[in-house]
């Protein structure tokens, strides 16, 4: 499920701020011949999320488990994690603690692990999850961000030069563009944009 925030009217609304990181960042944590690569990742919708670590698991296709943990948008209610076939509440929930100890949204981390031939206990685990998390978001550059609109939008290609014009002006991000005969164009708009999503608006076809 995409995690999109549409409003009918953003123009009446408050601008929100919060913290997310600017890159990936990585972490790392060893315990008893077991390896444990955690990697930070800015994202803004769960398609992104999965994308991420199936990504992971072909890259690290030897590693035992590839757990995570996930927050999504400025109100931070969207979240997840999962353990990944390690004990229950081992693994997901400590990741899952760091994001929310440093306040950061719209933001992934998944922990990749090489087992050592040793098991680690439950206490182990959720030590070593946790410290490999840790490590990934004091590597981090932590940035401020504001509450952004997702459009999607669609025009024909006369309007081309117009739209694409509109959008190397203001500060957004192009998420997906297929620009043929007619253009389809997903972008994400901070929030405090209005003269951006005015100009847009006859573009738009989300609700």
């Known amino acids: 499920m995409n995690f999109q925030l549409f409003l009918l009217n953003p123009y009446l609304c408050s601008v929100s701020k919060y913290l997310s990181i600017a890159k990936i960042s990585e972490g790392f944590y060893k315990e008893k011949g077991s390896k444990f690569y955690a990697f930070a990742m800015p994202c803004k919708t769960e398609e992104e999320v999965k994308a991420f670590i199936q990504a992971k698991r072909k ?12 927050r999504l948008g400025s109100d931070k209610k969207l979240y997840r ?7 229950s509440n081992s693994a997901g929930p400590p990741i899952l603690g760091q994001i ?8 992934l981390i998944a922990v990749v692990r090489y087992y050592g031939g040793t098991n680690l206990g439950v206490g182990g685990l959720i030590t070593a999850y946790r410290t490999a998390a840790k490590e990934a978001l004091e590597n981090a550059e ?9 459009w999607e939008l669609q025009f024909s290609y006369t309007d081309l030069p117009k739209v ?17 005969e007619n253009g389809n164009v997903t972008v994400s708009i901070p929030m405090s944009q209005e003269r951006l999503m005015s100009e847009l608006k006859e573009f738009k076809i989300n609700p």
């Open 164 to 180: 694409m014009k509109s959008l190397k002006a203001y500060p957004c991000t192009i998420m997906t563009q297929e620009l043929a």
């Open 59 to 70: 890259e690290h296709h030897q590693a035992v488990h590839v757990c995570s943990a996930f």
């Open 142 to 150: 932590i940035i401020e961000c504001e509450e952004e609109v997702v």
């Open 100 to 107: 929310q100890s440093f306040d950061v949204s719209n933001v």
């Open 81 to 87: 994690a999962s353990d990944d076939g390690e004990p």
